[in-house]
């Protein structure tokens, strides 16, 4: 029973933290730039986030959302990330609600 109970501890620890993330990103086109010396995997990259709650209802048929601040009119990178707190959040309304935080990176104007 004891080791039933720290299985169950190690495993709620591990769905707590747990998140996945798809990136998305375009072979042709050159990225907006941005000078700054960080170290990350976006170093290099202007990145624009979007923290939302993606509602979706019945008498709606079509489940998106515009971006509309790219100067080009395209996106060079995209990625779509949610926590086991938006899955949650999914579970407890049925679908109908769901957190996500998308990162995107325009393309420059003049490079298509």
């Not at 591990?14 to 990225?31: D, E, I, K, P």
């Not at 079509?62 to 995209?78: K, Q, R």
Request: hydrophobic share 35%; glycine share 8%.
């Amino acid at each position: 029973m004891r080791l039933f109970k720290i299985l169950l501890c190690l495993g709620l620890a591990l769905t707590l933290g747990s998140c996945y993330s798809v990136r998305f990103q375009v072979a042709n086109g050159q990225w907006e730039p941005r000078d700054d010396e960080e170290e990350s995997a976006w170093a290099g990259y202007n990145v624009r986030t979007l923290d939302t709650v993606v509602s979706r209802k019945l008498t709606t048929g079509e489940h998106y959302f515009n971006i509309s601040d790219c100067d080009s009119g395209a996106l060079h990178t995209v990625e779509y990330r949610t926590t086991f707190g938006g899955i949650l959040l999914n579970a407890i309304t049925f679908g109908r609600k769901k957190k996500v935080k998308i990162k995107y990176v325009c393309i420059q104007e003049n490079s298509m």
